[in-house]
């Protein structure tokens, strides 16, 4: 990795001087090169643009969608052909095994219909880009866009974006077809075509170096149709470029991948295996795909001297066959992915679902942060009940009398909670609280809000667990105190908490609605407030009938409080982590 | 038409159609609500216990507290 950044960062300086050389001798190629950098930012435009619409509909098709190969595969085509833009959906596939919302298969399947939706973009090109005067679009869209990207909404902001995209595209294809018309009138590139296996295989490798030096597939296919309508290279020469885009394209994903986490890697590598297996295919059967090119265009009635409609056919279809060959293994695919790329063992300490792809797209960050939410929640209880010197598996969900699971609970669990919370809960809690803040950016207001709510109740668990750290000292002596008031008072704390905790426990596993498992908080907090009153009760006899000592009844006092203190907010951290719908959630706020 | 005039109608309509949006999802809140509260009141007709019955008495008066909040 360091090596690659190395080239890279070395050839930079020679990759601006030749692009400077070459502006200034040739006023033709700035034509061009000016067309490739329009067309390159409206493709940015475009993703920023829809990056903004997180949060809805995307995201939920391709969470939705990806149960079976066939539905993968076509959530895949769809989504890129709305956005057109492959390396979005690799980022929102990536976040999504990040958060483990969907599986690698079906993230595979969906990157492989991915690439039949890349192929969209030549039409578009070939029909729109090159039939019509594309300018008349440009120049509004471009107008628009920028009226709305200043609008304070943003939605509309969104809108902005794309029409600003699709206005730079548009103009961009507009200027590399005005550049390669003057070109030829004094440079004729057609006559560099080579033909047979070494010219194949010389087209293919200018393809691949194209878009690895422009990171678009789509823009080198926009350069190619361009030079292809304007005859500037021939039919067969633009076939091999158009497959040598196709392994670039990967090639940019592998090389970008090399910083990423184990999904990325399984992800880039599926994408790699998939177009060096569809290249492959289309090298060793050009001939043959370019007469079926040819015999399917005439029947949808494509005329036979339209090359750039045909050229948009021929990617369609090898990338189909692509498609064809490689998804029936897709589970084979992810078998030998997850092995050989395999994850980290799972530290408790560490955050599991916050992926740093997913931080710019709202809807995943919040899937996400809500995950890590649960597992910081997970690490308390431990710690809770061990602070009460009880294990987790004697009372959580058992169904079990916990005042009888307190009483046989004696055994003290000298658990140090200072070196436990600096092990298992500040690194996994600043994770959080930092990665909750950069998502916040990129959110609108209610989104914000809910973050902001998560933000507390990270803060809530991580105070229940002080808290709890007050009350294990005097819990622990009470479990060898020889005066039973004292014993049987601290028993009671023990279970008040232990009941909250395993309430909760089978409320988040009960699969009841929102209006059950709020009503179940709701009961829970009742049982508080009336053990709390009991237990005052029981203190004031204590105290009147001197079986206690005053400066015992008053740590009493202060440890009920904790009790009191630790369970309002696990109840009020329950609230928010299971209870989906917002407006059954605000029922339950006092 | 002035031009922030048109930006207002058209914000209008988008604000509109949440509201109405809102208004729908509320609604199908309270139904789903009055159907767990009179599945609750039918139960506790039967023959149950007095655990159970008060138990469901409980749930019942939660139900309705968040009946009058929503």
């Not at chain 1, 483990?100 to 298969?105: F, G, K, R, S, V």
């Not at chain 1, 992810?334 to 530290?347: M, N, P, T, V, Y």
């Not at chain 1, 600096?422 to 609280?433: S, W």
């Amino acid at each position: 990795m360091i090596l690659v950044q190395k080239i890279k960062y070395s050839l930079y300086p020679l990759f601006l001087l030749g692009l400077a050389y070459l502006l200034f001798m040739s006023n033709d190629a700035k034509i061009i090169i000016a067309g490739i950098a329009i067309f390159l930012i409206g493709m940015v435009f475009m993703e920023d643009g829809f990056k903004r619409f997180s949060g809805g509909f995307l995201e939920a098709l391709l969470r939705k969608s990806t149960d079976n190969t066939f539905k993968a595969l076509l959530t895949g085509f769809i989504s890129t052909s709305i956005v057109q833009s492959s390396s979005l959906i690799s980022i929102i596939m990536i976040s999504f095994l990040g958060a483990e919302l969907i599986t690698l298969a079906g993230a595979i399947g969906v990157i492989i219909g991915a690439n039949l939706g890349t192929t969209t973009t030549a039409w578009i090109i070939a029909t729109l880009g090159l039939k019509i005067k594309i300018t008349q679009f440009a120049l509004p869209l471009l107008i628009f866009g920028v009226v709305l990207r200043f609008h304070s909404n943003k939605s509309y902001q969104g809108f902005g974006d794309i029409f600003l995209g699709l206005g730079f595209v548009f103009l961009g294809i507009s200027y590399m077809k005005d550049g390669f018309e003057v070109l030829r009138a004094g440079l004729d590139l057609s006559q560099f075509s080579m033909s047979g296996y070494f010219g194949a295989l010389v087209y293919i490798f200018l393809g691949v170096l194209a878009t690895v030096i422009l990171q678009s597939s789509s823009a080198t296919m926009a350069l190619i149709i361009t030079a292809l309508a304007t005859n500037q290279i021939v039919y067969i020469n633009a076939i091999e470029l158009a497959i040598g885009a196709n392994i670039g394209t990967t090639i940019t994903a592998v090389l970008g991948s090399l910083s990423s986490n184990a999904n990325g890697k399984r992800l880039a590598l599926a994408h790699f295996i998939f177009n060096i297996v569809t290249a492959s295919i289309a090298i060793a059967f050009l001939h043959p795909i370019s007469h079926l090119v040819q015999l399917i265009g005439v029947e949808i009635g494509i005329a036979d001297d339209d090359y750039t409609m045909q050229l948009a056919l021929f990617h369609t279809l090898f990338n189909l066959i692509g498609v064809l060959s490689v998804a029936p293994f897709t589970k084979t695919l992810d078998r030998f992915l997850s092995q050989w790329f395999a994850s980290k063992a799972k530290d408790i300490s560490r955050a599991r679902f916050l992926d740093n792809e997913a931080v710019a797209l709202p809807e995943i960050a919040l899937v996400a942060l809500k995950k890590e939410l649960i597992h910081l929640y997970d690490n308390s209880t431990e710690v809770i009940s061990h602070s009460l010197s009880l294990h987790r598996h004697t009372f959580l969900g058992m169904g079990t009398d916990i005042s009888k699971v307190v009483e046989s609970s004696l055994h003290v669990i000298d658990l140090d909670i200072d070196d436990y919370y600096n092990r298992k809960i500040k690194i996994l809690y600043g994770d959080i609280i930092q990665y909750a803040t950069i998502a916040q950016e990129n959110m609108v207001e209610e989104d914000k809000d809910r973050v902001y709510s998560f933000k507390i109740a990270c803060r809530d668990i991580v105070e229940s667990i002080k808290i709890a750290k007050e009350l294990q000292k005097n819990i622990n002596r009470s479990l060898h105190s020889k005066n039973e008031h004292i014993q049987g008072e601290y028993n009671h704390l023990r279970e008040e908490i232990a009941k909250v905790l395993d309430g909760i426990y089978t409320l988040r596993n009960s699969k009841r609605d929102d209006f059950d498992n709020l009503a179940n908080i709701k009961l829970l907090e009742d049982d508080l407030e009336q053990f709390s009153s009991q237990r005052n009760k029981r203190l004031d006899n204590l105290i009147r009938n001197a079986y206690v000592e005053t400066s015992t009844a008053t740590s009493l006092m202060n440890d009920g409080a904790f009790v009191y203190e630790i369970s309002k907010k696990l109840l009020n951290v329950s609230k928010l982590l299971w209870i989906e719908h917002r407006e059954i959630q605000k029922l339950g706020e006092e | 038409m002035k031009f922030s005039k048109l930006f207002q109608e058209v914000e209008s309509f988008f604000e509109n159609d949440q509201q109405n949006e809102d208004d729908l999802k509320k609604e199908e809140l309270q139904k789903a609500l009055e159907k767990k509260i009179e599945s609750i009141r039918k139960e506790m007709k039967d023959k149950i216990s007095d655990a159970r019955h008060l138990k469901l008495k409980k749930r019942l008066e939660v139900l309705s507290e968040f009946k009058k909040k929503l």
